[in-house]
């Protein structure tokens, strides 16, 4: 058993599938963080079998878009002094907004222009699958 020491202050992300943190890592952009980040995986979970944990040592602004998107079920522990002051569970969301971007190479997405509040919709959960606003065509995150 792995042991890690609490941190004092900052954000925990527990309940990462197991295998997936190095792309929540690159995806909230976590190299830019000059403090302490801490990224380990399988470690062994009595609801999930393995999971994935990373844990920031400092405050982070998080793109919650995004880490709802990669990773849907994972609780993000807020901490201060030590101690547990706020806990999210993350969901895939309703709406996304400049993170995706649209596969068909006819969408006006996709043209010279810049489409600026380009939105996808939610349409299948268990797919993690959006429609595109402009063209309606079905897009995953990472495609």
Same mark, same amino acid.
């Given at each position: ?21 190095? *792309?929540?890592?690159?995806?909230? !952009? +976590?190299?830019? $963080?000059?403090?302490? %980040?801490?990224?380990?995986? #399988? ?41 547990? *002051?706020?806990?999210?569970?993350? !969901? +895939?969301?309703? $709406?996304?907004?400049? %993170?995706?971007?649209?596969? #068909? ?39």
């Amino acid at each position: 058993m792995i042991n890690v020491s609490k941190i004092k202050k900052g954000i925990v992300l527990d309940h990462i599938e197991a295998g997936r943190a190095h *792309v929540l890592y690159r995806a909230l !952009e +976590l190299e830019k $963080v000059t403090d302490a %980040v801490v990224l380990m995986q #399988n470690i062994f979970s009595t609801s999930l079998g393995k999971k994935d944990i990373i844990k920031i040592e400092t405050d982070y602004n998080i793109d919650f878009t995004v880490l709802g998107l990669i990773a849907p079920h994972t609780t993000v522990n807020f901490i201060e002094d030590g101690e547990r *002051v706020k806990k999210i569970r993350m !969901e +895939l969301p309703e $709406v996304v907004e400049g %993170v995706l971007k649209c596969k #068909n190479p006819r969408c006006i997405t996709n043209s010279e222009r810049e489409i600026a509040g380009h939105k996808f919709y939610l349409y299948d959960r268990e797919k993690k699958e959006y429609k595109c606003e402009y063209c309606d065509t079905l897009t995953t995150y990472g495609e």
